[in-house]
């Protein structure tokens, strides 16, 4: 079993930046994908970005490209997303999800995803 637990959420005001991490334990094998997605009250699960773990090849929705970058911690099993410029629109409960390598359009597809964390909630205000 994977357990990934999500940490870093908050309240921030437009404009502000905000780093979230994701602990994974529990890790078998080395080829797999994490990613994350977020979930806005009444609003379906989005991806957000997502990495290869080996090769460290990355997606980003393009509602974020520019803004966030994700990032790996192969020694700690970390996973990172550093948010830059947040808009309102950015608020939601994030999650961290792992599932097999992912490429082109199943990045974004969140059944492909095994485990998943619990979320944190970023508050974006105006």
């Known amino acids: 079993q994977v357990q990934l637990v999500e940490s870093g959420g908050g309240l921030v005001q437009a404009g502000d930046s905000l780093r979230l991490s994701c602990a994974a334990s529990g890790r078998t094998i080395s080829t797999y994908a994490m990613a994350w997605f977020r979930q806005a009250p009444g609003k379906e699960r989005e991806f957000v970005a997502g990495?290869?773990?080996?090769?460290?090849?990355?997606s980003y929705a393009a509602s974020v490209k520019g803004r966030f970058t994700i990032s790996r911690d192969n020694g700690k099993n970390m996973l990172g997303l550093q948010m830059n410029s947040l808009k309102p629109e950015d608020t939601a409960v994030y999650y961290c999800g792992r599932g097999g390598m992912m490429y082109g359009s199943i990045w974004e597809d969140s059944r492909r995803y095994d485990y998943w964390g619990q979320g944190t909630q970023v508050t974006v205000s105006s």
């Open positions: 990495i290869n773990w080996n090769s460290g090849t990355t």
